[in-house]
């Protein structure tokens, strides 16, 4: 099972950013996904969960309102799409699956917000 996170970049704030995570190996459809992030000497931090069973989503405070996390079951990709990014947004951020036995993790795709 391998989870691959892309769309990360420099942007500055205020701006918009889409991160996509593909996925594979394993049908995603019964599964939460999630983004987690972790900035340079912090620790890492859960960002927002969409269920398998009906897509409820959670949202981390400090991102409520700015980020919407979105699945496509018949894709195999999970979603992030982040308005109104801030400084503090900066942070590589890591898709992720858990399972029954096991939890998935992505290599992460960074993004850093300047101000």
């Known amino acids: 099972v391998q989870l691959q996170a892309s769309g990360g970049g420099l942007v500055q704030t205020g701006d918009s950013l889409t991160l996509s995570c593909k996925v594979t190996?394993?049908?995603?459809?019964?599964?939460?996904l999630s983004w987690f992030r972790q900035a340079p000497g912090k620790q890492r931090e859960g960002v927002s969960t969409v269920s398998s069973l009906d897509g409820s989503t959670f949202y981390a405070e400090s991102v409520e309102g700015r980020f919407t996390i979105s699945r496509d079951n018949a894709k195999n990709m999970v979603y992030l799409q982040m308005n109104t990014l801030k400084p503090e947004d900066t942070a590589r951020y890591h898709c992720?699956?858990?399972?029954?036995?096991?939890?998935?993790w992505g290599q992460g795709t960074l993004v850093t917000v300047s101000s």
């Open positions: 992720n699956m858990r399972t029954a036995s096991n939890d998935y």
């Open positions: 190996g394993l049908n995603l459809d019964y599964y939460a």
